[in-house]
């Protein structure tokens, strides 16, 4: 048992789903897993454990930013063994190639967060990337599908109202959207020498002004969790 999940050993599996919402960790273990069982409510940072095609797939609630997700990134990682964790979240497109629901696969996560200036003492900008297997297996699946999908650069931001931010300068070098968690997850997953990748479904276009509704990314971004669950099926070692 760690300090932020109340999991017994055995009780997470080697595959980890990771949405920021913990009432959407709720709806995906109820929609997509078979014989889900709820293995933490620390913090109501709810995590389930099922089955999908056979193989035991966990969710975990991370709660919102980078501080929080990086807390259960490690705890699950160091405490619990998992192995493959995929972000799955909404992000907002500054790109105008982007659409509501569109899918992104974040490549790579730039961050406006101080988290690896602290944790290289200032000496590199380290640039925390997607593991390559699991992005090619979303990438492929996504395309299978004939779902829309963008691969490419996010940013990771450590505020979310941010109105100094240059988001035109950021679209300019090829930045598609805005999330909270990424970098962080990356970060500690390349710690650990795990596999992580963030998938995230445009919820809203700064470019356009159009959104979804808080029920809409709760409950309807399903395609995104089919690609997360069929790339995880096809890493396993």
């Keep these: 048992m760690s300090t932020h999940i109340n999991a017994q050993a055995g009780d997470i599996a080697e595959i980890v789903l990771l949405p920021g919402d913990p009432l959407r960790a ?18 109501n940072a ?16 991370t709660g919102m930013g980078m501080p929080s997700a990086m807390i259960y990134t490690e ?30 696969l974040a490549q790579g996560a730039t961050t406006d967060a101080a988290l690896h200036r602290n944790i290289f003492h200032h000496q590199v900008e380290f640039a925390p990337i997607a593991n390559f297997d699991l992005l090619k297996s979303a990438y492929d699946v996504a395309t299978e599908s004939h779902l829309p999908v963008h691969v490419g650069n996010v940013l990771s931001s450590d505020r979310f109202y941010n109105d100094e931010l240059d988001t035109k300068k ?3 070098y090829g930045v598609l ?26 919820s809203d276009s700064l ?21 997360a669950l069929e790339a995880a099926l096809r890493v396993i070692d």
């Design 75 to 104: 705890e699950l990682i160091r405490e619990y063994g998992a192995k493959v964790l995929i972000r799955v979240g909404s992000a907002g497109a500054i790109n105008a190639d982007c659409q509501i629901r569109d899918i992104v």
């Design 26 to 43: 709720k709806f995906i273990a109820e929609t997509f897993l078979e014989d889900a069982k709820r293995y933490n409510t620390v913090r």
């Design 177 to 202: 959207a805005i999330e909270m968690e990424a970098a962080g997850i990356y970060s500690v997953a390349a710690k650990h020498h795990v596999k992580a990748l963030g998938i995230m479904t445009i």
């Design 207 to 227: 470019v356009t002004g159009e959104e979804t509704t808080s029920e809409e990314r709760e409950k309807t971004f399903g395609d995104m969790i089919n690609v």
């Design 46 to 61: 709810f995590g389930y454990t099922g089955t999908y095609k056979g193989t035991r797939i966990s969710v975990q609630g």
């Design 170 to 172: 950021l679209a300019d």
